[in-house]
């Protein structure tokens, strides 16, 4: 069987990726540092216990494994916190995926699937995003991922790194078998914040800032389950291993949600109201991000099958009552 490395495989997004992985026949070596990630997240596959940062630790784990493959999700993604530090967030995210990505061209591994977001594009108001759309971030988080896309082109073009490239839209939900789920320290997303705060875990939800220029005034995301989400990079892997080349995909469902909707949502899902507040707005939020892209669909052949906001939420809720849930 194929090996695949899968950086922050102990991850929300990435164990999710390496459960897919592992139902379609590879075997996912996660690489992580543990630092956000959880070991008893990583189910499907050995655990290489190591940073991105250090080269060595990289080319041992390249050198065991022998990986067909490179699924680089290890990653800081807070929007709000690359605002108050965005060198952290431009020396973990880009040098860490530098580091990778020389390592896998030394192992001559020249098949990168790499975790990009939507936040690349920035705030446009009034334009459908798609995999064309000017990319112009406005959060250090963000900009650190649209320099590694940038990365990937030039490796692409010195060393013949073949890469996708995947800008995700707002991840939310759990495995619908309930094996894995979202837990991040601290958490910071609205979903999980949502439903903690619902489930009496946490004080109210604040919402940040009802005054922007959306129909009901808060922030309008474009919503994907993350088991559609990973089943997106096991077409992209499949793509690269066909010898398809370097493609960017948006995943999103193109429909948007505010936050305001997404709080209907759980109350509706949860038979419960949702304790919150209104404050202020969160830096380098953007108004709304909906992916106006079929790309995925009509060349991939991907299809979100979980992805309303209803399964979304009733996921996310079902694994926060689970007792392996560190909320
Ligand atoms: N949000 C909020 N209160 C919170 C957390 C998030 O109002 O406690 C809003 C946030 O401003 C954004 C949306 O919910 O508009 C989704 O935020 P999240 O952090 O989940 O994902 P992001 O869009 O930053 O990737």
Not at 63 to 70: E, G, I, L, T
Request: proline share 5%.
């Amino acid at each position: 069987m194929d090996h695949v490395l899968v950086t922050g495989g102990a991850g929300y997004v990435g164990s999710h990726a390496c459960k897919a992985l592992a139902k379609a026949g590879f075997v996912p070596v996660t690489f992580d540092n543990l630092t956000t990630g959880w070991a008893e997240a990583v189910k499907f596959g050995p655990l290489v216990q190591g940073d991105l940062m250090d080269r060595r630790e990289i080319d041992a784990a390249f050198a065991q494994y022998k990986p067909v493959a490179v699924l680089h999700f290890a990653a800081l993604s807070l929007v709000g916190d690359s605002m108050k530090d965005p060198a952290h967030y431009w020396r973990v995210n880009v040098g860490g995926a530098l580091n990778l990505a020389e390592a896998a061209v030394a192992a001559g591994c020249k098949k990168f699937i790499f975790s990009s977001t939507c936040a690349t594009y920035g705030d446009q108001d009034g334009v459908v995003l798609d995999e064309n759309t000017v990319q112009k971030p406005i959060n250090a988080y963000g900009a650190s991922k649209r320099a590694i896309e940038d990365i990937l082109a030039n490796f692409e073009a010195a060393f013949g790194l073949e890469h996708v490239i995947f800008r995700y839209f707002n991840v939310a939900g759990a495995d619908p078998e309930g094996e894995l789920g979202e837990q991040h320290r601290p958490e910071t997303h609205l979903i999980p914040l949502m439903l903690d705060a619902v489930a009496g875990r946490r004080p109210a939800l604040t919402l940040f800032g009802t005054d922007y220029p959306t129909p009901d005034g808060t922030c309008v995301r474009d919503y994907i389950h993350v088991t559609d989400l990973v089943d997106a990079h096991v077409l992209g892997l499949r793509w690269l291993l066909d010898g398809k080349g370097s493609r960017s995909f948006n995943l999103g469902t193109g429909k948007g949600f505010s936050v305001k909707e997404v709080i209907e949502q759980a109350r509706l899902v949860t038979n419960r109201e949702v304790p919150m507040n209104v404050g202020d707005r969160r830096p380098g939020d953007a108004a709304a991000l909906v992916s106006g892209s079929q790309r995925a669909e009509t060349e991939l052949g991907w299809e979100p099958k979980h992805s309303s906001m209803g399964q979304m939420i009733r996921d996310a809720w079902a694994w926060g009552q689970k007792p392996e849930y560190k909320g």
